[in-house]
């Protein structure tokens, strides 16, 4: 079982990147899966997350990321995504993707397997 995170860059401000996240030994969409991010001198902090299809549908988004991020799934690709939009130098964090227990209205809860990060920069 492995999830591995990918994508990260250097992206200036006002640009885009397109994490993704892809899964080997388990199917993905039976999987709640979460985005976390953790920046130099900080705690890790959650970012987005997206039911199973087994779930509720819920799909969630920290306040900070609202309206600039969006979360998917590729059944065929196995692969999770996060598009991330309008990137400011307050995104620059090691970006990590794992499976979670749930996802909430409020964030997820529990935690699984986890991905290796990969480095997201944005440059002012």
């Known amino acids: 079982v492995q999830l591995q995170a990918f994508g990260g860059g250097l992206v200036q401000a006002g640009g885009s990147l397109t994490l993704s996240c892809a899964a080997s030994?388990?199917?993905?969409?039976?999987?709640?899966i979460g985005w976390f991010r953790e920046a130099p001198g900080k705690e890790r902090e959650g970012v987005s997350c997206i039911s199973s299809r087994n779930g509720d549908g819920t799909i969630w988004y920290n306040d900070f990321v609202k309206g600039r991020f969006r979360i998917s799934k590729d059944k065929k690709k196995n692969t999770a995504f996060l598009q991330m939009n309008s990137l400011t130098p307050e995104d620059t964090a090691v970006y990590f993707c794992a499976t979670v227990g749930f996802c909430r209205d409020y964030g997820s809860e529990g935690f699984g397997y986890w991905g290796q990060g990969t480095l997201v920069t944005v440059s002012s």
């Open positions: 030994g388990f199917t993905l969409d039976d999987e709640t």
